[in-house]
């Protein structure tokens, strides 16, 4: 019986390199959504993350179309309803 690792692999292995690369992101994804957990420290619970020093700041700043993000959603909106 394989491991569901073994499974995975096997499953991935099948497909095209394009369909293996969202695979790998889809993973990377899920990994975020479980950060590891660190020790605690005596000032731990004083020091707050910045959004700035987050790696999904500044993500779309080169991205025009989404300038003002509430007319982009409301653009995205409108074509599918």
């Known amino acids: 019986m394989q491991t569901l690792e073994q499974q995975i692999t096997q499953q991935a292995h099948g ?4 369909a293996q690369r969202e ?8 990994r975020s959504r479980y950060p590891a957990i660190k020790p605690a420290t005596k000032n731990a619970s004083k020091r707050k993350t910045r959004w700035s020093d987050t790696p999904l700041y500044g993500l779309w700043q080169d991205r025009t179309d989404m300038a003002d993000p509430a007319a982009y ?5 409108r074509s599918r309803f």
Request: charged residues 25%; hydrophobic residues 45%; glycine residues 0%.
């Open 73 to 77: 959603v409301r653009h995205l909106r």
């Open 15 to 18: 497909l095209p390199e394009s």
């Open 23 to 30: 695979v790998l992101h889809y993973i990377e994804f899920i």
